[in-house]
């Protein structure tokens, strides 16, 4: 059979809307979750627990006799009412029934004997079911009741050996105090790491309803007033709390011993450190084989490009080699063809009419077959049949070639005469410097030092005291005669000075000598040698030109000996090239230094 609903219009939008939690189920749930006892409709319902029977209650007569009333607290309760075996696990209904059992039993009205001790025994009796018939009395003498076994095992080799005979019990009696009913217990070698994990954590996270409600010590029914009672109430509370305290650091200590010699914890342990470093060692053989093929790729990188630059290499140079034979080539082709028109220009005399102009000629042809191409030659050498065709050539190129010389003189004169311009202020200012002057400017310049406070003022002062030529030196002055005296090329201002003294030096000698040669009649030239000869100073800083087997032991010199060597290099240098001295090498060194900078300063 077959239905057709019909469906109109659309559905709503679905909405949250809370549902509070009630009725029998729920808290039957409740009851369960939390281990509590059943009272009616209770969680331990007939149904779900069998039900104590007359013959499981066991009258200990000789024990209930030997009670006091008075000490009510100190007795057992579960004893008393004849449940001994099932004490914490009893219901409210065991209670109840062991109750009227032992009432119709042990009524005083029933009793034969001492009647004062029945009536203690009764009252006893009494006292336990009342503390027992409620879940708050049950659950506060259970906390504390004085057959539960508190013990720790320590953590020692027997323990750990027979793990699971020593924590077993242990687990499964702390279990009862658990909130969550639901409780992981100890388990077994074969549970998986996730097991024994979630045994952990829920044994370190445990929640216990334990509490010491029934060893307060002071009574606050007892209390006289309202003050009275908080007082006792702030001190038992105070003492629920440290019990309490105690209590959980019981549990914990329980839980770590366990975990201590747990012996799943120290295979997982191993079996985590194995996987750990086989993980490592993989790690690390991947980084070395990484590294392995990074070093091969650099390997082929290199080598592709040491053959790429080898085979630049060779490719310039068979270019250069290809060029330079070109260029050969084309020099061999030019002075082919400039021969032809110099023989050609010299048969015919040069095109000069007058023999004079000839020397003249000779040289603007040289100059001009320098600076004519090829093509220009061959062009020339083509008309060598035909004389007045070549000459008419011949002397256009030259006029040509005279007419762009005589340009490029003419603008050298304007760049020079530009360049005179320009430093005429510097040369003015220089001028006025005698070479005494100059002398006494080294002197300042060396005893005033750069750092000086106002040292070219300080200089300028200085010059102005000691010349006899002028006066009127300022820092100007001084800055730019020094400038231009450090610009020289290969010279500085103890050489200049040196160099001016020396000349001056040979000028008195030379005077003197003459004086002496026109008074006695001397050879001139043979006193002057003596004279220069005599005189130390002057050999000393006449300059003689070096020598190319000097300048080739300089430079074997500073090959052999670097910088490294330290102070004594140039001493040993000096050793080294034997007819020259340790400044004089110095001074050489730097000239050629001087000179090597210079010419990279013109290109």
């Given at each position: 059979?077959?239905?057709?609903?019909?469906?109109?219009?659309?559905?709503?939008p679905?909405?949250?809307?809370?549902?509070?939690?009630?009725?029998?189920?729920?808290?039957?749930?409740q009851?369960?979750?939390?281990?509590?006892?059943?009272q009616?409709?209770g969680?331990?319902?007939?149904?779900?627990?069998?039900?104590l029977s007359?013959?499981?209650?066991?009258?200990?007569?000789?024990?209930?006799?030997?009670?006091?009333?008075?000490?009510?607290?100190?007795?057992?309760?579960?004893?008393?009412?004849g449940?001994?075996?099932?004490?914490?696990?009893?219901?409210?209904?065991?209670?109840?029934k062991?109750?009227?059992?032992?009432?119709?039993k042990?009524?005083?009205?029933?009793?034969?004997?001492?009647t004062k001790v029945?009536?203690?025994?009764?009252?006893?009796?009494?006292k336990?079911?009342?503390?027992l018939?409620?879940i708050d009395?049950?659950?506060?003498y259970?906390?504390?009741?004085?057959?539960?076994d508190d013990?720790?095992?320590?953590?020692?080799?027997?323990?750990k050996?027979?793990?699971?005979?020593?924590?077993?019990?242990?687990?499964?009696?702390?279990?009862?105090?658990?909130?969550?009913?639901?409780?992981?217990?100890l388990?077994?070698?074969?549970d998986?790491?996730?097991?024994?994990?979630?045994?952990?954590?829920?044994w370190y996270?445990?929640?216990?309803w334990?509490?010491y409600?029934?060893?307060d010590?002071?009574?606050?029914?007892k209390?006289?007033?309202?003050?009275?009672?908080?007082?006792?109430?702030?001190?038992n509370?105070?003492?629920?709390?440290?019990r309490?305290?105690?209590?959980m650091?019981?549990?914990?200590?329980?839980?770590d011993n366990?975990?201590?010699?747990?012996?799943?914890?120290?295979?997982?342990n191993?079996?985590?450190?194995?996987r750990?470093?086989?993980?490592?060692?993989?790690?690390?053989?991947?980084?070395r084989q990484?590294?392995?093929?990074?070093?091969?790729?650099?390997?082929?990188?290199?080598?592709?490009r040491?053959?790429?630059?080898?085979?630049?290499?060779?490719?310039e140079k068979?270019?250069?080699?290809?060029?330079?034979?070109?260029?050969?080539?084309?020099?061999k082709?030019?002075?082919?063809?400039?021969?032809?028109?110099?023989?050609?220009?010299?048969?015919n005399?040069?095109?000069?009419?007058n023999?004079?102009?000839?020397?003249?000629?000779?040289?603007?042809?040289?100059?001009?077959l320098q600076?004519?191409?090829?093509?220009?030659?061959?062009?020339?050498?083509?008309?060598?049949?035909?004389?007045?065709?070549?000459s008419?050539?011949?002397?256009?190129?030259?006029?040509?070639?005279?007419?762009?010389?005589?340009?490029?003189?003419?603008?050298?004169?304007?760049?020079?005469?530009?360049?005179?311009?320009?430093?005429?202020?510097?040369?003015?200012?220089?001028?006025?410097?005698?070479?005494?002057?100059?002398?006494?400017?080294v002197?300042?310049?060396?005893?005033?030092?750069p750092?000086?406070?106002?040292?070219?003022?300080?200089?300028?002062?200085?010059?102005?005291?000691h010349?006899?030529?002028?006066?009127?030196?300022?820092?100007?002055?001084i800055?730019?005669?020094?400038?231009?005296?450090?610009?020289?090329?290969?010279?500085?201002?103890?050489?200049?000075?040196?160099?001016?003294?020396?000349?001056?030096?040979?000028?008195?000698q030379?005077?003197?000598?003459?004086?002496?040669?026109?008074?006695?009649?001397?050879?001139?030239?043979?006193?002057?040698?003596?004279?220069?000869?005599?005189?130390?100073?002057?050999?000393?800083?006449?300059?003689l030109?070096?020598?190319?087997?000097?300048?080739?032991?300089l430079?074997?010199?500073?090959?052999?000996?670097?910088?490294?060597?330290?102070p004594?290099?140039?001493?040993?240098i000096?050793?080294?090239?034997?007819?020259?001295?340790?400044?004089?090498?110095?001074?050489?060194?730097?000239d050629?230094?001087?000179?090597i900078?210079?010419?990279?300063?013109?290109?």
């Open positions: 059979m077959t239905f057709t609903v019909d469906v109109r219009g659309t559905l709503s679905p909405a949250t809307a809370f549902v509070y939690p009630f009725g029998l189920a729920y808290f039957n749930y009851c369960s979750r939390y281990n509590l006892a059943d009616e409709g969680a331990d319902s007939e149904d779900e627990k069998e039900q007359e013959s499981d209650i066991v009258i200990d007569v000789k024990y209930i006799k030997s009670l006091e009333a008075k000490d009510w607290k100190e007795q057992d309760h579960y004893r008393v009412l449940i001994p075996n099932l004490r914490v696990k009893a219901s409210t209904k065991d209670v109840k062991a109750y009227k059992y032992m009432v119709l042990c009524h005083p009205d029933k009793s034969q004997g001492n029945d009536e203690e025994a009764f009252t006893c009796i009494q336990a079911y009342e503390q018939c409620v009395g049950k659950r506060a259970d906390s504390v009741d004085p057959d539960f013990d720790v095992p320590n953590v020692t080799e027997h323990n050996q027979n793990f699971y005979k020593v924590f077993g019990p242990v687990i499964e009696r702390n279990a009862q105090w658990s909130i969550n009913k639901n409780v992981p217990m388990g077994s070698e074969s998986e790491i996730d097991y024994v994990n979630d045994f952990y954590n829920f996270d445990f929640k216990s334990r509490e409600s029934y060893l010590e002071e009574e606050r029914d209390a006289d007033c309202k003050e009275e009672r908080r007082y006792l109430d702030k001190l509370k105070q003492e629920r709390v440290r309490k305290k105690e209590e650091t019981r549990m914990r200590q329980i839980v366990c975990y201590a010699c747990d012996p799943r914890i120290k295979a997982f191993e079996d985590r450190k194995k750990k470093l086989e993980a490592k060692l993989a790690k690390q053989e991947a980084y990484e590294q392995e093929a990074l070093r091969l790729q650099k390997e082929e990188e290199e080598r592709i040491k053959e790429e630059e080898e085979k630049r290499i060779q490719q068979e270019k250069a080699e290809a060029e330079k034979k070109e260029r050969q080539k084309q020099n082709l030019l002075k082919g063809e400039r021969k032809k028109v110099r023989d050609f220009v010299k048969n005399k040069y095109f000069c009419k023999e004079d102009n000839v020397v003249k000629a000779m040289e603007n042809m040289e100059v001009l600076g004519l191409a090829i093509d220009d030659l061959k062009q020339l050498n083509s008309l060598n049949k035909n004389v007045n065709e070549f008419k050539v011949y002397n256009t190129f030259m006029t040509s070639h005279l007419e762009a010389q005589e340009t490029k003189t003419k603008e050298n004169l304007i760049k020079a005469k530009q360049s005179q311009e320009q430093h005429k202020d510097q040369n003015i200012s220089s001028d006025k410097f005698s070479p005494q002057d100059i002398a006494i400017l002197k300042a310049v060396k005893i005033y030092p750092g000086t406070v106002n040292r070219w003022n300080t200089i300028a002062e200085y010059l102005n005291q010349s006899a030529v002028c006066k009127s030196y300022v820092s100007k002055d800055i730019q005669k020094v400038k231009n005296l450090q610009s020289k090329e290969g010279d500085d201002l103890k050489t200049k000075v040196n160099e001016q003294a020396f000349d001056n030096f040979e000028k008195s030379k005077q003197r000598i003459d004086g002496v040669v026109a008074g006695g009649g001397i050879s001139s030239k043979d006193t002057m040698n003596s004279a220069l000869i005599d005189t130390p100073d002057a050999a000393k800083k006449k300059k030109p070096w020598s190319a087997e000097e300048q080739k032991l430079e074997e010199g500073l090959k052999r000996f670097p910088q490294s060597v330290g004594q290099r140039w001493d040993e000096a050793k080294l090239v034997g007819s020259r001295s340790k400044k004089d090498c110095m001074r050489r060194y730097k050629l230094v001087e000179q900078k210079a010419k990279k300063a013109k290109q």
